[in-house]
């Protein structure tokens, strides 16, 4: 019943946020059913309900290993958004605010699918609702990026249900009902009929990685996260790319059941490098420093799928990532966000010395670049190090240079944009709005607050959290 | 009953080739529009005894693929000055030419793949691949927004006939959300395209090429 509370109460929301006449209170519903959602999180978290098997939504082992961070994550840029509403009032926010407390609804719900046709239509959900929030902006850049999102998104999520049905008629195919709770096609195991689940295998990979934004599909993400407002972007690669990486977890434990767990962990560590390898290079050209970030998403949604691809360690190192990376993202996300304001352009060639003009923000961007590139003691470092020990032990030495390699470009791509924006005399002053930009607390409190979580959850990793990955590789990989 | 599937199957297969030969946008709104009423007429055509489910699925296919979907893309295209494909990337004759090609190599390897015996008599698959096929060269072929939103749609048609093969193992709850999801996708699709109009004065894709390295 909570559970399935936590999905309606943002949707409710959502319809409030339509029907509220004032542009400027409505804002105040995001943080209000962000409190909401993390109060009802943290009570399932810590007094986990029955899971009937059969359901087709219930906060599962893996639910429980993830949608707390989405949910943390949420509460924390609800309130950035609420300042950033607020200052952006010249702007409707009616839509802004609508699709977003839809698609916090839409996420709770693709994060506790336990059905392969529920979780298509979650995650679908999400994609629509995501799309006005990146036209916010409403500018010939923002449509360009929303069209592209749109269209990419699309066509991979058709390619996911193809692959659904596809699923389906394995079970019906291997004498089956077409039963399709995970439960089910689990339970059929080696009775699914062995060439749809590879052709539903590759079609939902290809179909959730996209909107993973693994390479080669990953084209619309560096358009979507540069045009898009600061906790759009933090939402997008914290939260909806969980929704599809839980997806591809929970498809991979029915390819598994199958007897198919080499071939689908092959596709997995070769689809991962290359996403890695892929971000790495395009680090090392962009000259935006908000497309560096989608870059950066690109590059740890990279390094989540090899930790899928390593097994029962592999995959609870990819938890704990999941967990880093959002809070570490969702804190470089709102610090750039601050200073692409501050300096009315997000090229580095036009911004210079935005440690004079936005100090606390530049001091928060740069941690957090650290955190993000793997620099001890913050929690990404450690969540890596767990995969990369996870790939020794499986004996994957080549992977885990090719991994280590990447990494290394990574760093260089990021300190290449990163210091010469923060360093240097100011250039002159490009105004947008007229507006003077100043620092309040309401902009720089909630990305702090991520970064200092992400070095929290680093030197801390409190053990209820390691035992809640725990439990949930246990659910994806039963009897091993 | 498979005599008469396999007739629906075979008009929505030619109707893919109409749609790769028109230029003017009208008609392939107009003919994505008769594809989704023939599709939405199968599930009635595939049993004997006539369940209210599927009824219910055909009625709302009917209603949302062939009524309300086109009609979004007519709105969304009323501020249009024209309403012809003039400059597609993948011209006429050659995705004519490819549609073609890959209707005939579905329908010719389809006794490669493992279906059930009831399947086996049927064009279900191959036409379920030739209209994703239809839907591919459009979305990559075409220039203009409309054509591209056309193209996705009838990459969803031929998704859709898949899924004729699990209709009676899909519970109408999925059947349900998955044409609202599509239905609702066309709404936001129709408005972004309303606003390309609006703010490039045109529906060509080529111009929303400035993000980029």
Known sequence: MRSILLILMPIVGSVVAALWPSNRTRPALLPIIGILHSLLTLSLFFDPPNVVLEDWLGFDALARAVLPVVSLLYLICSFYGFTYLQVRDERPNRVFVTSMLAVVGMMSAGLQARHLGILWIATEAVTLAAGPMIHFNGNARSIEATWKYLVVGGTGIALSLLGTFCLGYASLHGGGDGNLTFVALMQQGAGLSHSWVFIAWVLLLVGYGTKLGLAPMHTWKPDAYGEAPAIVGAMLAGGVTTVAFTAILRVRAVVGAAGASAIADQCLLAIGLFSMLVAALFLLATRDYKRVLAYSSI?????????????????????????????????????????????????????????????????????????????????????????????????????????????????????????????????????????????????????????????????????????????????????? | MNHNLNLLLDVAMGLNLVSLACSRLQTLIRVMALQGVILGLMPLVMEHDLDWRFALIALATVFGKGMVIPLLLRRAMRKAHTDRELEPFIGFVPSLLLGAGGTIAALAMVNQLPLLPEHTGSVLVPAALATILTGFILLIGRAKAISQACGYLILENGIYVFGLLLLKAMPILVEAGVLLDITVSVFIISIVVDRIQTVFDSLDTRHLTTLRE
């Not at chain 1, 995959?315 to 300096?343: D, E, Q, Y």
């Open chain 1, 299 to 480: 590059e740890h949604m990279g390094i989540l799928t090899v930790g899928a691809a390593l097994g029962p360690a592999g995959v609870a190192a990819a938890l704990f990532h999941v967990w880093s990376n959002s809070l570490t993202k969702g804190a470089m996300f709102m610090s750039a966000g601050n200073i692409r304001r501050a300096a009315g352009s997000a090229s580095m060639d036009e911004v210079r010395g935005m440690v004079v003009r936005a100090p606390y923000s530049v001091a928060i961007f740069v941690a957090g670049m650290f955190a993000v590139t793997a620099s001890p003691p913050f929690g990404p470092f450690f969540s890596e190090l767990r995969i990369v020990r996870a790939g020794f032990a499986g004996g994957h030495g080549t992977a885990v240079a090719v991994f280590l390699g990447c990494l290394l470009l990574a760093f260089l791509g990021f300190t290449r944009v990163v210091f010469p924006i923060v360093d240097g005399r100011p250039s002159k002053i490009v105004k947008e709005s007229g507006k003077r930009f100043v620092e309040t607390a309401g902009i720089i409190i909630p990305p702090l607050l991520l970064l200092c979580l992400s070095l929290w959850l680093g030197l801390f990793t409190p053990t209820v959290l390691q035992d809640a990955w725990s439990a949930a590789v246990a659910q994806l990989f039963p009897k091993s």
